[in-house]
């Protein structure tokens, strides 16, 4: 049972998440117990989220949420199309590797690849160029909502999540500028604020 962990051993942000449940020998058996709405995957197990664990991702949920994560795509734990199909078309995907689209039920999609250099290029921007002696959570999160404005209605819909890779420098620049906001929001800059 999870609480068996929690004498302590559990950190305060991971017990938040746990859920009461005997434990489970398989990936199947963790999608049917605590009935997850998303599946992120960076275990390098290719084909970890076979069919059958989609499908019951999809029973679960409306829009089943599956991170494919690991690279190269030949370790990533499931294809775009292997999770369009097993879905039903209703996954939210982003993968670590590039896929081909994906076409199913009349639509296309363009899966989007979850890649942190969404989020690091416009952080170290500004971190180096505001010169901050420190990478604060705040600025991650302000820099993770800068990267959902980006994502314009071209991207939703093709069932793309995140901008597409060649927009990379143009929102790099616009992630860096909520960053900078916050270094010095919160003095942490060792530089004036520009006047513009």
Same mark, same amino acid.
């Given at each position: 049972?999870?609480?068996?962990?929690?004498?302590?051993?559990?950190?305060?942000?991971?017990?938040?998440?746990?859920?009461?449940?005997?434990?489970?020998?398989?990936?199947?058996?963790?999608?049917?117990?605590?009935?997850?709405?998303?599946?992120?995957?960076?275990?390098?197990?290719?084909?970890?989220?076979?069919?059958?664990?989609?499908?019951?991702?999809?029973?679960?949920?409306?829009?089943?949420?599956?991170?494919?994560?690991?690279?190269?795509?030949?370790?990533?734990?499931?294809?775009?199309?292997?999770?369009?199909?097993?879905?039903?078309?209703?996954?939210?995907?982003?993968?670590?590797?590039?896929?081909?689209?994906?076409?199913?039920?009349?639509?296309?999609?363009?899966?989007?690849?979850?890649?942190?250099?969404?989020?690091?290029?416009?952080?170290?921007? /500004? #971190? $180096?160029?505001?010169? &901050?002696? =420190?990478?604060?959570?705040?600025?991650?999160? !302000?820099?993770?909502?800068?990267? @959902?404005?980006?994502?314009?209605?071209?991207?939703?819909?093709?069932? /793309? #999540? $995140?901008?597409?890779? &060649?927009? =990379?420098?143009?929102?790099?620049?616009?992630? !860096?500028?909520?960053?900078?906001? @916050?270094?010095?929001?919160?003095?942490?800059?060792?530089?004036?604020?520009?006047?513009?």
């Amino acid at each position: 049972m999870v609480s068996a962990r929690q004498n302590g051993s559990l950190a305060g942000h991971k017990a938040k998440l746990a859920h009461e449940h005997e434990p489970v020998a398989t990936l199947l058996g963790a999608v049917e117990a605590p009935h997850p709405t998303a599946l992120i995957g960076t275990s390098t197990q290719a084909n970890a989220f076979d069919d059958a664990v989609l499908a019951r991702m999809a029973a679960e949920n409306e829009r089943p949420i599956v991170f494919a994560l690991s690279n190269p795509t030949a370790v990533a734990e499931c294809a775009a199309e292997g999770a369009t199909r097993a879905t039903h078309g209703r996954v939210l995907f982003a993968s670590g590797s590039p896929f081909a689209r994906v076409s199913f039920g009349g639509r296309t999609f363009e899966p989007g690849q979850g890649n942190n250099v969404d989020i690091f290029l416009g952080v170290g921007l /500004r #971190i $180096l160029a505001a010169r &901050s002696h =420190l990478a604060t959570d705040e600025m991650f999160l !302000a820099a993770a909502k800068a990267l @959902v404005v980006e994502v314009a209605d071209d991207d939703l819909a093709v069932e /793309r #999540i $995140l901008p597409k890779l &060649s927009r =990379l420098r143009e929102v790099s620049v616009r992630v !860096a500028c909520r960053v900078e906001e @916050v270094a010095f929001a919160r003095g942490i800059a060792t530089i004036p604020r520009p006047v513009d």
